[in-house]
Every structure is written in structure tokens, then in C-alpha cells.
């Protein structure tokens, strides 16, 4: 089973959604309070569930907030954000090498953000 990992960062707290091997599947924005990363974390459990935008896909369909959007960056490396209702970058993740990995990332934060534990 996953976990939020709750950590002081330089200017606030942050998390890290773990999965149940320990890697990290996502990562949050810094926030200045730890009530509003907890926020985060309960806005990324009620989001979670949402459709994915292949950017990567010439001509793709757009979807509403909430959604993933999958891309690549400046490496080349296939990487998520998930937005919320609102528009907001709620959690995003690590570069993969193949758009496969990335979207087994986005299933791992289906399968493991509704019941995963909050840890500090």
C-alpha cells in the first residue's frame, strides 16, 4: 500500500506519494503551511480518478480539469502533472525513459493515493 510522506522543505512542507516498493510516484509543490499540504494531499486522493491528455499525441484531445497531462521534457523524458478542478498542479512526477513507464505511474497514483497513509 502507498503513503503520503509529509516533509519540511526550505520554505514549507511538501509530500511525496510512495508507493508500496518505496519508490516515489509523485511529488508535490512546496506549501507554505502544513494545512495546506495536507490540502494538497486530500485534493490529489479526490482528483486522483481523473482522465489522462496524451500532449505527446499529435492532434490530441483536450481534456476538462481534472485530468493528468502527459508530456516530454527538454531530455526527452516522458513526465505527468495532475491538475485539479481549478487548474492547479497538484502533484507531479520524475522523468521516465518510455511513455509506458509514465503511464503505469499515473495507475500506481490511481491504485494507491485513495487509501494511502499520511506519514511525516
Same mark, same amino acid.
Given at each position: 500500500m502507498?503513503?503520503?510522506?509529509v516533509?519540511?522543505a526550505k ?12 519508490? $516515489?510516484?509523485?511529488?508535490? +509543490?512546496?506549501y507554505?503551511s502544513? !494545512?495546506?499540504?495536507l490540502?494538497? %494531499?486530500?485534493s #490529489?486522493r ?15 484531445p483536450?481534456e476538462k480539469?481534472?485530468?493528468?497531462e502527459?508530456? $516530454?521534457?527538454k531530455?526527452? +523524458?516522458?513526465r505527468?502533472?495532475l !491538475?485539479a478542478k481549478?487548474?492547479? %498542479?497538484?502533484? #507531479? ?11 503505469n505511474g499515473i495507475?500506481?497514483i ?5 487509501e494511502a497513509?499520511?506519514?511525516?
Amino acid at each position: 500500500m502507498g503513503k503520503f510522506v509529509v516533509s519540511e522543505a526550505k520554505n514549507g512542507f511538501k509530500f511525496n506519494l510512495k508507493a508500496g516498493n518505496g519508490e $516515489t510516484i509523485a511529488t508535490s +509543490e512546496v506549501y507554505a503551511s502544513k !494545512k495546506s499540504c495536507l490540502n494538497g %494531499i486530500e485534493s #490529489v486522493r479526490t482528483n486522483c480518478a481523473s482522465a489522462i491528455e496524451d500532449q505527446t499525441e499529435k492532434d490530441f484531445p483536450k481534456e476538462k480539469n481534472p485530468k493528468y497531462e502527459v508530456y $516530454t521534457d527538454k531530455k526527452g +523524458e516522458f513526465r505527468f502533472r495532475l !491538475k485539479a478542478k481549478n487548474g492547479q %498542479i497538484i502533484a #507531479v512526477s520524475e522523468g521516465y525513459k518510455t511513455k509506458k513507464s509514465c503511464l503505469n505511474g499515473i495507475a500506481s497514483i490511481k491504485k494507491n493515493a485513495p487509501e494511502a497513509k499520511i506519514t511525516e
